[in-house]
């Protein structure tokens, strides 16, 4: 019985686990890339997305454990496409600069949107898409898995824009580090203790209801897999508040960068992959 049960819960908060920093560090690496190699790279991983979003519909269509896994892998290979997209300049938002010294309050917040509108954009719709393709489908694992991942991000990005101590910034790219100018840092914000609170809420409200004895295996597994998905969201967020140094998980996925560092200062302009609309106009479309 302990077997089983650790099969039951503890495989998948694992298996959680361990796609989340290995995700993570592949898209650090694919990022990390020269100009060439991050295209093609990009075009592969759109390919990919493009399958796993169809797999994640498939996968919402059967009430089992494999398929709750599958829908789970399927939303973070999608997601995965939003933040390579991002991380290497395809598609940001209209504004490419950082903002001025002294700007704050309202107008700064507008200026730092339209830093990652497109992006933003791009994921609303995606998000719009994945829960009308699965709407009323017994499987929610992968719409369940892109919302919270959706949900954290905006929370994260609301907690870097107010302050916090750790922002990031490594993570940054060259050609995305105008970015910086809307990160403030502070030891912490009044927005954090809500960001931890609700989404601590959640996951326990759907650990308990994965351990009670009515819940079907298949549904046990999907609720263990966003939880333990929206638990480790969680993490992400104190390690944005507390004194330690973030990139050490990945620092093995850090390597790309360093060197696109160095490429970049000997390259001017930096290179990096033109923004969609770019490639357009040039193409007369």
């Given at each position: ?244 140094r973030v990139a050490a998980l990945w620092e093995w996925a850090m390597r790309t960068h360093r060197r696109e560092r160095v490429d970049a200062a000997s390259v001017t302009p930096p290179e990096r992959l033109a923004p969609w609309w770019d490639i ?6």
């Open positions: 019985m302990e077997y089983a049960a650790l099969v039951e819960y503890g495989l998948p908060v694992l298996f959680a686990l361990f796609l989340w920093w290995f995700s993570t560090g592949l898209v650090l690496i694919l990022d990390g890339l020269p100009r060439n190699a991050a295209r093609l790279s990009l075009a592969a991983v759109t390919g990919i997305a493009i399958a796993a979003l169809y797999g994640l519909v498939r996968a919402s269509q059967v009430e089992s454990v494999t398929a709750a896994y599958a829908g789970f892998v399927c939303a973070l290979l999608v997601w995965g496409w939003q933040e390579l997209s991002f991380l290497t300049g395809w598609i940001t938002g209209p504004r490419k600069h950082a903002c001025v010294p002294g700007c704050r309050g309202w107008l700064h917040f507008v200026h730092a949107v339209q830093a990652i509108l497109y992006h933003e954009a791009a994921i609303l719709v995606a998000g719009v898409a994945i829960v009308a393709l699965t709407w009323n489908a017994p499987n929610q694992v992968g719409t369940w898995t892109y919302l919270v991942l959706w949900l954290m991000r905006i929370s994260a990005k609301l907690n870097l824009f107010l302050g916090v101590r750790n922002t990031g910034e490594e993570f940054l790219p060259e050609h995305l580090h105008y970015l910086k100018s809307f990160f403030r840092r502070r030891r912490m914000n009044l927005l954090f203790p809500i960001s931890v609170t609700a989404p601590t809420v959640l996951a326990t409200l759907m650990v308990e209801c994965a351990l009670d004895s009515g819940t079907p295996p298949a549904a046990a597994t999907g609720l263990v897999l966003v939880a333990a998905l929206l638990g480790l969201a969680i993490v992400e967020h104190w390690m944005m508040v507390l004194p330690v357009a106009s040039r193409r007369g479309f």
